[in-house]
């Protein structure tokens, strides 16, 4: 390759020779898989922290590290001694409010009966009266304490909130806890989690975030289980962006049905989110497929035709096969002569480019810069919303005079070894796999060129 392009610097035309020894590619049909790999950690979905609503020692823990209990389960005991007292206290004062609340109602009636025949004041009768209603509210204070010291007394056994696994223990018998009425908050017993579903927290670079949404399916490998993969499903995207090393990266979460309880947390796992699928589509490496814009640097290298870039080929698509919407490529910034332009662009060689800009004034330029910086970003957009989009690209074929040739034609859906062909091939072609380290490679001999005396090779002036 490099004799060629040393030609090429001695006038003679690479493109003219028979082609270099590149390597054959061949359109094969096969399923390509579109996807966005990331690791994170295996994490329970509800996780909830067992406390005890009264204080005391502990008398028994019925629950070990790891164990799955059903919703109601006692998990500890504490020392009932202290609500016990209390309970026992609350139940003679209720026996005691209600014999008093019994004694005004008789000495109510009583009143009231002689008041009728006028033996008593109506003084009297309003004394019996203010007396029969606080011996009611002494009666509803105790049967609310009584209630109270109830609840207290339920406290002192602890009861599993939910179905779950015991994830975590803080606390040995004999140890003294505190209530949630402490102000600290109580002492924090055990905490459990449902692992019948569990998540992995993955973090992924804002470069493919565009392309994940809920729903999107999941493959998740752990190192417990190499060969094993679980299915699951994209839960959200978190809407707050974390930097990483001066990388901004958003937390993605994957929710795994956990049949068999294999998952645990803390599981480091490799998640691999399927943004695209096609089970029989024609593909070919990516080797073998060229950009628009790496074809035009290839074509400049090799000494190609540039009027082969103008080739195009389209497919059948609700969108327009550049993925352009109908302002054009720059969007609704770009009318139909600005678009014009960029195409044209796009098929020049960096001396005509060069040329081009030198001839136009500062702000003209300045204008033709933004329009192309936004293509790109427009572009590189609707490549991550929609990455099986139709897009126009090259391949480089041997003619039948034996030289070296570009094709078009039109791709879809990418993986990491192979891309979708929609249109310009059929299976069985070959084409070649040209390297983009020609590009290098010429560069390389035009600064040889200029500065070495290399035989067969002028310097130039």
Same mark, same amino acid.
């Given at each position: ?5 040393? *030609? ?10 028979? %082609? ?25 979905? &509800? ?44 139940? *003679?004062? =209720? ?5 008093? #609340?019994?004694? *005004? ?52 056994? %602890? ?8 994830? /975590? ?17 109580? !002492?924090?017993?055990?905490? @459990? ?8 927290? $993955? ?34 995207? /978190? ?51 060229? $950009? ?33 919407? /109908? ?17 044209? =662009? ?7 480019? &060069? ?13 033709? #810069? ?5 293509? &790109?970003?427009?572009?590189?957009? *609707? ?25 078009? %034609? ?6 990491? /070894?192979? !891309? ?15 390297? @983009?380290?020609?590009?290098?490679? &010429? ?19």
């Amino acid at each position: 390759m490099l004799a060629a392009l040393l *030609a090429a610097a001695c006038g003679q035309s690479p493109a003219s020779e028979s %082609v270099p020894e590149f390597r054959t590619a061949v359109a094969e049909v096969r399923r390509v898989v579109s996807s966005v790999v990331a690791t994170g950690t295996i994490e329970p979905i &509800r996780v909830i922290d067992v406390k005890s609503q009264a204080s005391g020692e502990i008398l028994e823990i019925t629950a070990e590290l790891g164990d799955f209990v059903e919703r109601g389960t006692v998990l500890v005991r504490i020392n009932p001694r202290d609500v016990r007292n209390d309970f026992e206290q609350a139940e *003679a004062d =209720l026996e005691v409010a209600r014999a008093r #609340f019994q004694v *005004a109602e008789r000495r109510l009636a009583r009143t009231q009966a002689l008041h009728d025949s006028s033996i008593v004041t109506a003084e009297e009768l309003e004394t019996e009266i203010l007396e029969h209603a606080n011996a009611r509210a002494a009666l509803v204070r105790a049967e609310a304490s009584l209630e109270l010291a109830t609840d207290r007394l339920n406290d002192v056994v %602890v009861r599993a909130p939910i179905s779950g696994t015991v994830v /975590e223990r803080q606390i040995e018998e004999g140890q003294i806890v505190t209530s949630t009425r402490e102000v600290t908050g109580g !002492t924090l017993l055990l905490r @459990m989690a449902d692992l019948s579903e569990v998540q992995v927290r $993955t973090m992924v670079d804002e470069t493919d975030i565009g392309s994940i949404d809920a729903g999107l399916t999941a493959d998740i490998t752990v190192e417990a289980y190499p060969d094993r993969t679980f299915r699951g499903s994209v839960l959200k995207v /978190e809407p707050q962006a974390v930097i990483e090393q001066s990388v901004t990266m958003f937390a993605v979460l994957t929710r795994i049905v956990n049949e068999q309880n294999l998952l645990r947390p803390g599981m480091n796992a490799d998640v691999e989110i399927v943004i695209g699928r096609r089970d029989e589509a024609l593909t070919l490496k990516n080797a073998a497929i060229k $950009t628009v814009e790496e074809a035009t640097q290839l074509v400049e290298a090799l000494g190609l035709d540039p009027s082969l870039l103008q080739q195009r080929v389209e497919v059948a698509t609700d969108e327009p096969a550049s993925g352009r919407d /109908e302002a054009g490529e720059g969007g609704e910034a770009a009318g139909e002569g600005e678009t014009s332009v960029l195409e044209q =662009l796009r098929t020049m060689s960096q001396e005509e480019r &060069r040329a081009y800009f030198q001839n136009l004034e500062s702000g003209e330029r300045q204008r033709i #810069f933004a329009l192309l910086r936004e293509a &790109r970003e427009q572009e590189e957009l *609707a490549n991550r919303t929609n990455p099986a989009r139709p897009r126009p690209a090259f391949v480089f074929t041997e003619d039948d005079a034996g030289t070296l040739t570009l094709q078009p %034609v039109t791709i879809g859906l990418s993986s990491w /070894e192979y !891309t979708e062909i929609l249109a310009g091939l059929e299976e069985g072609d070959q084409v070649l796999e040209v390297p @983009m380290a020609l590009v290098q490679q &010429r560069e390389l001999l035009e600064r040889i060129r200029s500065r070495s005396g290399v035989p067969g090779v002028q310097r130039s002036n």
